[in-house]
């Protein structure tokens, strides 16, 4: 079964810090995807990061940055110089070449940022 | 920007009340999904559609029925509503497997 595992339910991190969230998950496939995506107390869904598994450099967006470890099926997202504005759920999303893009969603991680 | 719609954001109704959560996206996908989010949890996925004319049944069993006529319009309707149904629904549409989520509808039965 594909399962994607939040084990870090709430975080915290003082302003300007760096943080990184953790994820891991479970496939077969050999062609998937994986993604971040932030979810602010407004409630709409953005996506943050995306990595394609057959790439084996780390995807980065400005502040956002991953470390994909494919052999360990582990997918973090580190955030540097952490603000105000990244407080917010933060759930890791799986998806497979086969799946039509039906993404499977960990129980997603609460992160604080403390001024 | 292109982006996805979601209407009501709010809805508060009574039990056995028939509803329609209305969801429409601009960007000329043909993939579009209905996910269920209780507060502070993860989303399931219940329904889908690869395009027009096209809809199937997610993860997550759902009372719920969906109609995808038009490319750019995928309602999600419950025929009779129960207190079981109170949720947030979030929709989205995708391309290259990038989800675009609308700002959902939060549901309360009462």
């Known amino acids: 079964a594909q399962t994607v595992t939040q084990s870090q339910p709430e975080m915290s991190v003082q302003e300007a810090e760096t943080v990184t969230l953790s994820c891991t998950y479970d496939?077969?496939?050999?062609?998937?995807?994986l993604f971040w995506y932030k979810q602010p107390p407004s409630r709409q869904m953005i996506l943050v990061i995306r990595?394609?598994?057959?790439?084996?450099q780390n995807a980065t967006e400005n502040r956002f940055s991953v470390n994909f470890q494919k052999a360990a099926k582990s997918f973090s997202l580190k955030i540097s110089d952490s603000q105000l504005g990244d407080a917010a759920m933060y759930f890791c999303?799986?998806?497979?070449?086969?799946?039509?893009?039906?993404?499977?969603f960990g129980k997603g991680t609460k992160l604080s940022v403390k001024p | 920007e292109a982006d996805i719609y979601q209407t009501p954001r709010y809805l508060v109704i009574g039990t056995g009340k028939k509803i329609t959560l209305e969801c429409s996206q601009t960007?000329?996908?043909?993939?579009m999904y209905w996910y269920q989010q209780d507060p502070g949890m993860e989303l399931h996925l219940i329904h889908y559609s690869y395009g027009v004319n096209s809809t199937e049944k997610g993860d997550l069993s759902s009372e719920s029925t969906v109609s995808r006529i038009r490319t750019e319009h995928f309602p999600l309707t419950l025929e009779s509503a129960r207190p079981s149904h109170t949720s947030q629904y979030l929709c989205?549409?995708?391309?290259?497997?990038?989800?675009?989520f609308g700002s959902g509808t939060q549901l309360s039965v009462l």
């Open positions: 989205a549409s995708s391309e290259y497997g990038k989800l675009f």
């Open positions: 990595q394609e598994a057959y790439k084996q």
């Open positions: 960007m000329g996908h043909d993939k």
């Open positions: 496939t077969s496939e050999s062609d998937y995807y």
């Open positions: 999303a799986y998806t497979y070449g086969g799946s039509q893009g039906n993404l499977i």
